[in-house]
């Protein structure tokens, strides 16, 4: 369906709050009144002052943000609203974020009072569809009203959250009670609670089945080798899988005191291969992520057809730094199909049937492989299109907009709202909304032209990170100019060629630490363009020679650029020139990378294969994206074909004859 058709009504209904962002409304004096109540409404909504809110609503009337005042002041106090209440709002700002914002929090209220009358009234209206606590509510209706076996849904959808959650656990708890799920299905839950450190995870899943069994598990979580040692008799069998949850807690402390203990005799009979395998699925990928020789060898003792993806993932890893590129292909085999499409996935099986070689037949797969991936979207599509013998160019620039895509991409409400809610500081808000008019309004999104349409509205208005990430969203067509945008070129320009840096790899990084928004700051305090920490602008700043500075200068635009360049300059220069090992020390500080390139005697490697191996879940793909933005600016600024493979080059230990000038950074 297209975009137009269905919003364009919409945008007609919609415009008696929703004016025209034209300079003279953003900037007339009644309007300053009221962007200040707004933004008093947004305070007093995260501390939940309904008083505050309730007295405040009138005030915002007609107002381009009135969903938003609207949405605060009846969110505080939905566990008290009438139904009439909440019905009244959606009619009035039918078609709105924020309506179908307050209807999934409607409905998770819903569902925790067990009305599944109403919820099933309300769900089919609800378009985001991206709440997995619901779609798990939802899977509990089908089950209550038709009996179906909703198992395998709740179960996938559950295992793909990070955090404890209300309606996958509520369905979970129903289908045990009623017979439909078996225990088997819910303790691997529970192992991923343990193994990524969430006890609460691990406890919610193990209360469904015996809530007297918590204490033991809190008690498992504390001192697991306690538990162990306190085992000496036969198990009863539903205390096996407290013992796997136990040692994949030891797991987590120390990989190599868990494979002693998983090997012992009194567990070995008892656990089952299944059960054996994921412990070891979690000890080898404990000793992955620590870089240790002997991660591969745990991952054999165990069926990588039985361990969870995140294991066999740690296991390429594993084996790619081995050199070990049969255990390459074997842990992509078993991965879940859709995994395993994944561009990393497919480059690094291609790559493993190159490297072995066993036949005409695998170097012609090999070849289909990276083929299907190839391209300049990401780092493996840009590594594959070079394995096949080719370079990185910047594509065809797509056709103009035409006047009514414009329009139709202005005259957008949601569009309107975003860009207002931005432009007056409520970024958080402003970004939700746009998102979801991009995203999440239609089903599937909005078409690539309409996408092409409000990336360039974003643009103008130079709210680069929306720019940026809706361009990005094309799928059949690309932008360039829209995703690869140069925001201040003539400084960003003048600051490299002054201290000899490359301005791609400078708005490779920028492009990934704030997106161009020049008071970004993060949850740690990096702060401005090139997010740079309190203390490290500090001692740069020293080290190039910025005598005056102060630290409320670093969100200053050429202060932070130059504060930023510098400190990079010389994380690259202590780094040899690595642009990977650079960025890694930028984004998780130098001491991590030195310790990752490992010491003497460690292997010297590809620095796909080092990236691919860092610990840190952010920074491996920090460095990836830096890395790869790096080479299609340097595409756009040159013209000319680039390689990625060139700027990556290899990871190995310090040469000894080397100072280590990386020791003095902060």
């Known amino acids: 369906m297209q975009f137009s058709a269905i919003l364009t009504p919409l945008a007609l209904a919609a415009c008696v709050f929703v004016p025209s962002l034209s300079p003279a409304h953003a900037q007339g004096r009644d309007n300053s009144r009221l962007d200040a109540v707004i933004v008093d409404m947004a305070q007093a909504y995260k501390v ?23 949405y605060w002041e009846l969110s505080a106090r939905l566990e008290d609203a009438s139904p009439a ?39 089919p209206k609800y378009r985001m569809s991206d709440d997995k606590s619901l779609r798990c509510y939802a899977l509990l209706t089908d089950h209550l009203a038709t009996g179906v076996n909703v198992n395998a849904a709740v179960m996938q959808t559950w295992l793909g959250q990070k955090d404890a959650d209300e309606g996958c656990a509520a369905a979970a708890e129903q289908l045990v009670k009623d017979h439909s799920m078996r225990a088997a299905e819910v303790w691997p839950r529970a192992r991923l609670g343990m193994e990524n450190d969430r006890l609460r995870v691990a406890t919610q899943a193990v209360g469904i089945l015996n ?49 002693t203990e998983v090997n012992h005799l009194r567990w070995k009979a008892q656990l089952t291969q299944e059960e054996r395998s994921w412990i070891w699925g979690v000890i080898g990928k404990r000793a992955a992520m620590k870089l240790g020789n002997d991660a591969v060898g745990y991952f054999a003792q165990g069926q990588l057809s039985q361990m969870h993806e995140d294991h066999l993932a740690w296991a390429v890893r594993a084996a790619l730094r081995a050199g070990n590129w049969k255990m390459v292909q074997d842990a992509i085999a078993a991965m879940p199909t859709a995994a395993a499409a994944e561009p990393v996935w497919t480059y690094w099986h291609a790559r493993a049937l190159l490297a072995r ?45 035409t006047l009514e895509e414009r329009e139709i991409a202005r005259n957008n409400p949601g569009l309107t709202r975003a860009l207002y809610a931005i432009q007056i500081g409520l970024r958080a808000e402003g970004v939700r909304e746009w998102n979801y008019s991009t995203n999440l309004h239609v089903r599937g999104g909005m078409d690539d032209r309409s996408l092409l349409a409000a990336a360039e509205l974003a643009c103008r208005a130079e709210v680069w990170d929306r720019c940026i990430n809706t361009s990005e969203r094309t799928r059949s067509v690309m932008d360039f100019e829209q995703r690869f945008p140069m925001p201040f070129k003539n400084a960003v320009l003048a ?46 700043a020293r080290k190039i020679g910025l005598t005056d500075f102060q630290p409320q200068h670093i969100t200053e635009r050429d202060t932070n650029i130059a504060i930023g360049t510098g400190y990079l300059k010389l994380l690259l220069d202590s780094f040899g020139g690595s642009m990977p090992m650079a960025a890694a020390a930028y984004n998780a500080g130098p001491g991590r990378p030195r310790v990752w390139r490992g010491g003497v005697g460690a292997p010297t490697q590809e620095a796909a294969i080092w990236a691919e191996n860092v610990p840190f879940n952010e920074t491996r793909d920090y460095v990836k994206k830096v890395l790869s933005n790096t080479t299609n600016y340097a595409a756009v600024i040159t013209g000319q074909p680039q390689s990625l493979k060139a700027r990556l080059g290899m990871v190995g230990p310090l040469d000894s004859t080397v100072v280590d000038t990386s020791t003095e950074l902060p």
């Open 48 to 70: 939940r002052d309904r008083k505050r809110l309730s007295s405040l609503l009138p005030q915002v009337r007609g107002y381009v943000l009135e969903p938003w005042a609207a």
């Open 357 to 401: 070689s066993e036949s005409e037949a695998s170097r012609t797969e090999a070849l289909s492989l990276l083929q299907s991936i190839a391209g300049v979207r990401g780092f493996y599509e840009q590594l594959a299109l070079e394995e096949l013998g080719q370079r990185i160019n910047a594509p065809q620039a797509p056709e103009p907009l």
């Open 85 to 123: 209440e909440v019905q009244d709002y959606f009619a009035r700002y039918a078609g709105s974020y924020q309506e179908d914002k307050l209807r999934s929090e409607w409905l998770l209220q819903l569902g925790r009072n067990r009305d599944w009358a109403a919820f099933n009234r309300e769900y």
């Open 495 to 540: 600051r490299t060629a002054k201290i000899g840096m490359d301005p791609a790899y400078v708005y490779g990084l920028i492009r990934q630490e704030s997106r161009f928004i020049m008071d970004a700051k993060s949850g740690v305090g990096a702060s401005g363009l090139m997010q740079v920490m309190p203390a490290t602008a500090k001692w740069t």
């Open 211 to 259: 809530d007297s069994w918590v204490k033991t598990l809190n008690a498992i979580y504390l001192n697991p080798s306690k538990y162990l040692d306190d085992k000496l008799t036969a198990l009863r069998p539903q205390t096996r899988e407290l013992v796997s949850l136990a040692i994949i807690r030891l797991a987590w402390l120390d990989p190599a005191e868990a494979a």
